[in-house]
Nanobody, 124 residues
Framework: QVQLVESGGGLVQAGGSLRLSCAAS????????MGWFRQAPGKEREFVAG????????YYATSVKGRFTISRDSAKNTVYLQMNSLKPEDTAVYYC?????????????????WGQGTQVTVSS
Protein backbone atom coordinates (compact mmCIF):
# COMPACT_ATOMS: atom_id res chain seq x y z
CA GLN A 1 0.00 0.00 0.00
CA VAL A 2 1.02 3.58 -0.68
CA GLN A 3 -0.67 6.45 1.10
CA LEU A 4 -0.68 9.81 -0.65
CA VAL A 5 -1.61 13.10 0.98
CA GLU A 6 -1.85 16.31 -1.06
CA SER A 7 -1.56 19.81 0.29
CA GLY A 8 -1.05 23.34 -0.94
CA GLY A 9 -4.29 24.04 -2.72
CA GLY A 10 -6.24 27.23 -2.24
CA LEU A 11 -7.69 30.34 -3.80
CA VAL A 12 -5.46 32.49 -5.99
CA GLN A 13 -5.97 35.26 -8.51
CA ALA A 14 -5.30 34.73 -12.18
CA GLY A 15 -1.60 35.09 -12.87
CA GLY A 16 -0.66 33.90 -9.43
CA SER A 17 1.21 30.80 -8.28
CA LEU A 18 0.69 27.82 -6.02
CA ARG A 19 2.83 24.84 -5.12
CA LEU A 20 1.13 21.55 -4.45
CA SER A 21 2.81 18.84 -2.43
CA CYS A 22 2.09 15.14 -2.27
CA ALA A 23 3.62 13.23 0.61
CA ALA A 24 3.91 9.48 0.14
CA SER A 25 4.22 6.79 2.79
CA UNK A 26 4.17 3.04 2.74
CA UNK A 27 5.99 1.13 0.06
CA UNK A 28 9.21 2.34 -1.50
CA UNK A 29 8.55 5.69 -3.12
CA UNK A 30 11.29 5.18 -5.70
CA UNK A 31 9.43 2.20 -7.18
CA UNK A 32 6.69 4.48 -8.50
CA UNK A 33 6.27 6.94 -11.30
CA MET A 34 4.11 9.79 -10.10
CA GLY A 35 1.42 11.83 -11.76
CA TRP A 36 -0.74 14.85 -11.09
CA PHE A 37 -4.29 14.86 -12.39
CA ARG A 38 -7.14 17.31 -12.06
CA GLN A 39 -10.89 17.14 -12.27
CA ALA A 40 -13.20 20.09 -12.74
CA PRO A 41 -16.94 19.85 -12.03
CA GLY A 42 -18.74 17.96 -14.77
CA LYS A 43 -15.50 16.98 -16.50
CA GLU A 44 -13.40 13.85 -16.64
CA ARG A 45 -10.21 13.50 -14.68
CA GLU A 46 -7.32 14.65 -16.85
CA PHE A 47 -3.57 14.21 -16.80
CA VAL A 48 -1.62 17.32 -15.84
CA ALA A 49 1.98 16.24 -15.30
CA GLY A 50 4.05 13.17 -14.61
CA UNK A 51 7.53 12.29 -13.47
CA UNK A 52 9.49 9.13 -13.94
CA UNK A 53 10.58 6.84 -11.16
CA UNK A 54 14.06 8.35 -11.07
CA UNK A 55 12.91 11.91 -11.62
CA UNK A 56 14.98 12.24 -14.77
CA UNK A 57 12.00 12.58 -17.12
CA UNK A 58 8.96 14.80 -16.86
CA TYR A 59 5.80 14.99 -18.93
CA TYR A 60 3.14 17.68 -19.23
CA ALA A 61 -0.26 18.22 -20.71
CA THR A 62 -0.19 20.77 -23.52
CA SER A 63 -2.44 23.09 -21.53
CA VAL A 64 0.08 23.49 -18.70
CA LYS A 65 3.42 23.15 -20.48
CA GLY A 66 5.65 26.09 -19.70
CA ARG A 67 3.57 27.09 -16.67
CA PHE A 68 3.68 24.04 -14.39
CA THR A 69 6.71 22.12 -13.13
CA ILE A 70 6.65 18.69 -11.54
CA SER A 71 9.50 17.49 -9.33
CA ARG A 72 10.17 14.87 -6.71
CA ASP A 73 12.33 14.67 -3.61
CA SER A 74 13.13 11.07 -2.82
CA ALA A 75 14.65 11.96 0.55
CA LYS A 76 11.30 13.42 1.60
CA ASN A 77 9.11 10.96 -0.32
CA THR A 78 7.34 13.94 -1.80
CA VAL A 79 6.32 15.06 -5.26
CA TYR A 80 5.59 18.68 -6.05
CA LEU A 81 3.65 20.61 -8.66
CA GLN A 82 4.72 24.22 -9.03
CA MET A 83 1.97 26.11 -10.81
CA ASN A 84 2.70 29.55 -12.23
CA SER A 85 0.68 31.95 -14.38
CA LEU A 86 -2.51 30.32 -13.20
CA LYS A 87 -5.68 30.75 -15.22
CA PRO A 88 -9.34 30.40 -14.24
CA GLU A 89 -9.51 27.26 -16.37
CA ASP A 90 -6.96 25.64 -14.05
CA THR A 91 -9.64 25.55 -11.35
CA ALA A 92 -10.17 21.93 -10.30
CA VAL A 93 -9.50 19.36 -7.64
CA TYR A 94 -5.92 18.22 -8.08
CA TYR A 95 -4.91 14.65 -7.31
CA CYS A 96 -1.56 12.97 -7.11
CA UNK A 97 -1.23 9.34 -8.06
CA UNK A 98 1.39 6.61 -7.99
CA UNK A 99 1.99 4.09 -10.74
CA UNK A 100 4.26 1.11 -10.31
CA UNK A 101 6.20 1.81 -13.48
CA UNK A 102 9.32 3.53 -14.74
CA UNK A 103 7.52 6.30 -16.60
CA UNK A 104 4.09 7.78 -15.93
CA UNK A 105 1.17 7.22 -18.25
CA UNK A 106 -1.52 9.78 -19.00
CA UNK A 107 -4.42 7.37 -18.49
CA UNK A 108 -5.67 7.49 -14.89
CA UNK A 109 -6.66 3.82 -14.93
CA UNK A 110 -2.96 2.92 -15.04
CA UNK A 111 -2.37 4.29 -11.55
CA UNK A 112 -2.41 2.16 -8.45
CA UNK A 113 -2.80 4.68 -5.65
CA TRP A 114 -4.49 8.06 -5.33
CA GLY A 115 -4.55 10.88 -2.84
CA GLN A 116 -7.73 12.51 -1.61
CA GLY A 117 -7.30 15.64 -3.71
CA THR A 118 -6.79 19.32 -3.00
CA GLN A 119 -8.93 22.14 -4.35
CA VAL A 120 -7.35 24.83 -6.53
CA THR A 121 -9.51 27.81 -7.38
CA VAL A 122 -8.27 30.57 -9.68
CA SER A 123 -10.33 33.75 -9.74
CA SER A 124 -10.42 36.08 -12.72
Amino acid sequence: QVQLVESGGGLVQAGGSLRLSCAASGRTFSNYAMGWFRQAPGKEREFVAGISRTGSNTYYATSVKGRFTISRDSAKNTVYLQMNSLKPEDTAVYYCAAERAVVPLTNPVAYDYWGQGTQVTVSS
